[in-house]
């Protein structure tokens, strides 16, 4: 069964910093490629940071560079990202996607809350 579960989210004041964690298994997961998405009610889905299944190469949107660090321990089946210098505009619900290129598969997270606020 797969299963993937965030943690680390909660609320944090501007400037401030939290690492999120994403615990999978039931797949081989170092094959797959790891992806940290954000939502916010009413807008679309945005991938903030990725990284490959190696583990050496990483990628993040414009808005986050800089701040945010994607990293993986494939012995801990587990991807995190450490968000630094936060902003109240980085306040979404963030998922953990893990993404299998092949055959297109892809498996979710239930998300965990990050708030920025004073």
């Known amino acids: 069964q797969v299963q993937i579960v965030e943690s680390g989210g909660g609320l944090v004041e501007p400037g401030g910093s939290l690492r999120l964690s994403c615990l999978a298994s039931g797949f081989t997961f170092s094959r797959f490629a790891m992806n940290w998405y954000r939502q916010v009610p009413g807008k679309e889905r945005e991938l903030v940071a990725a990284i490959t299944s190696n583990g050496r190469s990483t990628s993040y949107a414009d808005s986050v560079k800089g701040r945010f660090t994607i990293s993986r321990d494939n012995a801990k089946n587990t991807v995190y990202l450490q968000m630094n210098s936060l902003k109240p505009e980085d306040t979404a619900a963030y998922y953990c996607?893990?993404?299998?290129?092949?055959?297109?598969?892809?498996?979710w997270g239930q998300g965990t809350q990050v708030t920025v606020s004073s």
């Open positions: 996607n893990a993404h299998y290129r092949i055959t297109a598969v892809d498996y």
